[in-house]
């Protein structure tokens, strides 16, 4: 079984940093994108970030290109989005997906989703 | 940049036929995904690549896509169908999310 555990979430000031991680489960891996979405309170979902599953190509969102940065540990089947310069914009639950088709080029349908840790950043 | 645009809110009533639309600039040139996502849950793949239904999602649910418009049709709709559900498109290294339509069944 398929299984996405995000963990990091919290409270954090305008200008700090935080690093969510996601521990998968299930599935081998290394030949699978990860991807990082979020959804602010009461709105739609926002792509944040993709990363190919040998960590080679990643993408990000243009709102969070330059201050976040996504990374992978393939031995320990992690997946890691580090946050830095945060703003009160960014304040959202941030899940951990899995794309659906293996070594696929760009990840892009994502079949399995955590169930999300929340990022609150105020003063 | 690419936006999809979804309209808010849709109904329907149980056992007929839910169409929900996603616009975008020759969208039908991409790859349309929807999602669903039910209150207090993750989101859920329900169709990827135009028509493409993920193992386990049921049969009533189908899509399509050509020119500017992409379509979720939701046929027999019941009452476990009524959540939001997103678009999605792959343009220029980024995915794009539809705005979502909160789809009502009376």
Redesign the interface.
């Known amino acids: 079984e398929v299984q996405l555990l995000e963990s990091g979430g919290g409270l954090v000031q305008p200008g700090g940093s935080l690093r969510l991680s996601c521990a998968a489960s299930g599935f081998t891996f290394s030949s699978y994108g990860m991807?990082w979405?979020r959804q602010a309170p009461g709105k739609?979902?926002?792509?944040v970030t993709?990363i190919s599953g040998s960590g080679t190509n990643t993408?990000y969102?243009?709102s969070v290109k330059g201050r976040f940065t996504v990374s992978r540990d393939n031995s320990k089947s992690t997946l890691f989005l580090q946050m830095n310069s945060l703003r009160a914009e960014d304040t959202a639950l941030y899940?951990c997906a899995k794309d659906?088709n293996v070594a696929a080029a760009?990840?892009?349908?994502?079949?399995y989703?955590?169930?999300?840790a929340l990022v609150t950043v105020s003063s | 940049s690419y936006e999809l645009t979804q309209a808010p809110s849709v109904s329907v009533y149980p056992g007929q036929t839910a169409s929900i639309t996603c616009s975008g600039d020759k969208l039908g040139d991409k790859y349309a995904s929807w999602y669903q996502q039910k209150p207090g849950q993750s989101p859920m793949l329900v169709i990827y690549q135009d028509t493409k239904r993920p193992s386990g999602i049921p049969e009533r649910f189908s899509g399509s896509n050509s020119g500017n418009t992409a379509t979720l049709t939701i046929s027999g709709t019941q009452a476990m169908d009524e959540a939001d559900y997103y678009c999605q498109a792959w343009d220029s290294s980024h995915v794009v999310f539809g705005g979502g339509t909160r789809l009502t069944v009376l």
């Open positions: 991807a979405v739609g979902l926002e792509w993709g993408y969102a243009d899940y659906l760009a990840t892009v349908y994502l079949d989703w955590g169930q999300g």
